[in-house]
Structures are given as C-alpha cells and as structure tokens.
C-alpha cells in the first residue's frame, strides 16, 4: 500500500505518511502482542499502561505487579528483556529504557528522564548506565527486588 501511495507524493505526501506510519504501528503492535502471548494478558496490560499514563507516574515495582512480570520465571524474564534491549546489544540502554512502555503497547508513552533514571538505578547495579541480561544487572533482578 505504501508504493502505491508514493505514486501521488506531491498531492498527498502526508496521507502516505500517515498511512505508512498507521500500518507500521499495526504491525508493531501485533508483533508484541504475539511475543506477550501466552505469558501476559491483554488486560493486565491495559490496566498497568492505564495505571502509569500520566507523566511521572510510572514505578517499576508497580507495574511489574500489574502487569503481571512479578513472579515470571527466569525465561519469561529473559524474553521480556529482549524485547525491551532494541538493537540486540544484551545491554538495555537508558533511551531503550525510556521507551519501555512501548514495548506492551505502541501508542503509549515514553517514560520522562526521571522515570527513566529511576527504573535504571533499579537495576543498574555497577553504574555504567545499562542493564544487562545475565547476572545482577537484569530485568531478572528489578523482578527479583520487587518481591522482597
């Protein structure tokens, strides 16, 4: 749909856009839902995303617990940690970190810089501004914390 579009780029280059943007979206979107499946509902989802919508709202602790993350196991972890670490570094980075919420649902939003620093120092245990996947530096050990 998106080539047929650009064959009208001058008369309706933003409807192309928006276009292009609406179906990318889509298809982000299922592609979560499809990694979620079978390990988080939809609508421990919707509730924790609703729960945090406001700016300077989100703590990971809570949402973790509501989402439904807290008590997963070690793989469940693992999995949701690939899906938050973007470029496939092992590390989650802080602006990987930022967009967090995005990885349950596309339309919802970027945590702010204090958010963001907060879920990090979480579990940024050796203070190099990342999370890793192995060892304590894991979405595995923020997980691990919340149920102590």
Known sequence: MYLLLNIYDQDFKNVSLALFSYFLSLSISQNLKMAFKGMLKDEDIAAALKHCAAAESFNHKEFFAKVGLAGKSAEDLKKAFYFVDQDKSGFIEED?????????????????????????????VDGDGMIGVDGNKSLLHISIKLSN
């Open 96 to 124: 990987e970190l930022k967009l967090f919420l995005q990885t349950f649902s596309a339309g919802a939003r970027a945590l702010t810089d204090k958010e963001t620093k907060a879920f990090l120092a979480a579990g940024d």
